[in-house]
């Protein structure tokens, strides 16, 4: 089963910030969190991920709370290439070589013109 | 780089057909290969995962297998499709390091469609 809880769906106006959240209060400390997109009939693709610290890459921005149960992803300035379903998944490392994500339903974000 | 194969796009089958979907990776050796599926409007549920040749380990009971003949080569296969096995098939690689920067890289999925 899915550890995080996220909105089914959400709408943003291009060239507005996307504030996608995600509630996973059952966190371990050693568990990560990552975000993946899937655009319609693709594949999911890798967003950003981290542990406690904000972060930010080309993509987006993630912002983790301090007590680790919950993050927002931010996609700062939306377009319409980012209407996407998001997933968040928190993942443990591990001392074997075997990565099982998780993936929940996600969010459905529109972005709106 | 590295790059993901994965075919046919599209897929139309009898029910009661069998069925074999290819996935091969490039530009990396040793990779872990995975089979997920997604039916409509839901998300996406892992079925198998490979750490190496042979080695096959299966997440959810059911009418499909998997097999990897070679390093890089995942098949998933069925000898008798159901209805309920429509849906989108995706394959994935990771470099299987375990570490934080391990991440999944899907391939561009297959549409199963069972009638």
């Known amino acids: 089963d899915a550890k995080t809880t996220q909105p089914t769906s959400m709408d943003c106006a291009e060239g507005r910030a996307a504030n996608l959240p995600c509630n996973h209060s059952?966190?371990?400390?050693?568990?990560?969190v990552y975000w993946y997109r899937q655009i319609h009939s693709q594949g999911p693709q890798y967003i950003i991920h981290?542990?406690?610290n904000n972060e930010t890459n080309e993509m987006a921005s993630l912002i983790i709370t301090e007590d680790r149960k919950s993050s927002t992803l931010i996609l700062p300035h939306a377009t319409l290439r980012d209407t996407a379903v998001y997933y968040c998944?928190?993942?443990?490392?591990?001392?074997?070589?075997?990565?099982?994500?998780?993936f929940g339903t996600g969010t459905r974000l529109q972005v709106f013109p | 780089s590295q790059t993901i194969h994965q075919w046919p796009a599209t897929l139309v089958q009898p029910v009661g057909s069998p069925l074999s979907l290819e996935c091969t990776v490039e530009?990396?050796?040793?990779?872990?290969l995975y089979w997920y599926r997604q039916a409509a409007g839901r998300g996406l549920q892992l079925l198998f995962y490979?750490?190496?040749?042979?080695?096959i380990s299966s997440e959810v009971p059911q009418n499909l297998s998997a097999s990897r003949p070679q390093d890089r080569q995942f098949i998933l296969s069925s000898k008798k499709l159901l209805l309920s096995d429509s849906g989108f098939y995706l394959c994935?690689?990771?470099?299987?390091?375990?570490?934080?920067?391990?991440?999944?890289?899907f391939g561009s999925g297959t549409q199963l469609s069972v009638l």
């Open positions: 994935a690689w990771s470099r299987g390091t375990g570490g934080e920067d391990e991440k999944l890289f």
């Open positions: 059952t966190i371990s400390g050693n568990e990560y």
């Open positions: 981290g542990l406690k």
């Open positions: 998944i928190v993942r443990a490392l591990t001392s074997y070589n075997t990565d099982k994500l998780i």
């Open positions: 530009g990396t050796s040793n990779p872990n």
């Open positions: 490979s750490v190496g040749i042979g080695q």
